[in-house]
């Protein structure tokens, strides 16, 4: 595909239950970045990947969140037992590598509303 | 600690000219950009700025001074569809990017 996809587009679940988002960075992009942003606010950084490997986890709110990476392609953030703070918009973005002008592209994202 | 200020919202008018500053300070520097974004979307890349200067690209430009921790976006002959949030971010010496909160601007007829 010519840009980030994610998937779902939209997702509400129930407080308690586990959700997992995924993301396809634009092909031959070694670098991929997780953002939250909440309504009317910046982005916050949840993690990043160069390869399938996490060189930085120090986004991540709490221990319910996870991420992993595989054949350098694909990613999933997982929040387990989802609370009603967890609802927000996710943005993944990628990039070619994570050098000074390597440009991030977006995703549509994933709006996530926790009942 | 690592700070990207920009003011919050700016309201301009149809046709004219707006100014959006950016100010940082951050460990180290390696490139400074730009993205819009407009209500619901995600954002989308503008400008990158790595030596001082004006960049120009046709209606937008963005202006850097690494001397002062300072850059600035200028639009010029705006038009409604301007108006969006736009986010200033600075590169750091580890190549983390470090995000400002945005600069939401209002465009009126």
């Known amino acids: 595909g010519a840009g980030v996809s994610q998937s779902p587009s939209n997702k509400v679940t129930e407080k308690g239950k586990d959700v997992e988002l995924r993301c396809d960075p634009i092909?031959?992009?070694?670098?991929l970045y997780w953002y939250r942003q909440r309504l009317g606010q910046g982005l916050e950084f949840l993690i990043y990947f160069q390869g399938n490997s996490a060189p930085d986890k120090s986004g991540l709110p709490s221990d319910r969140f996870s991420a992993e990476r595989t054949g350098e392609s694909v990613s999933t953030l997982t929040i387990q037992r989802t609370q009603q703070e967890d609802s927000a918009v996710y943005l993944c973005?990628?990039?070619?590598?994570?050098?000074?002008?390597?440009?991030?592209?977006f995703g549509p994202g994933t709006r996530l509303t926790v009942l | 600690g690592q700070n990207i200020d920009q003011p919050t919202e700016m309201t301009a008018t149809e046709g004219a000219i707006v100014q959006i500053n950016c100010t940082y300070q951050?460990?180290?520097?390696?490139?400074l950009f730009w993205y819009q974004q407009h209500a619901g979307e995600a954002p989308t890349f503008l400008s990158y700025n790595v030596l001082d200067g004006l960049e120009e690209k046709g209606r937008f430009s963005s202006f850097l001074s690494r001397s002062k921790g300072y850059s600035y976006l200028l639009l010029k002959e705006l038009q409604m569809k301007d108006s969006a949030s736009y986010l200033c971010?600075?590169?750091?010496?580890?190549?983390?990017?470090?995000w400002g909160a945005g600069t939401k601007l209002i465009i009126k007829p």
């Open positions: 973005a990628s990039s070619l590598g994570s050098g000074g002008a390597d440009t991030q592209y």
């Open positions: 971010a600075v590169r750091d010496s580890n190549y983390q990017l470090i």
């Open positions: 951050t460990s180290g520097f390696n490139g």
């Open positions: 092909s031959g992009h070694t670098a």
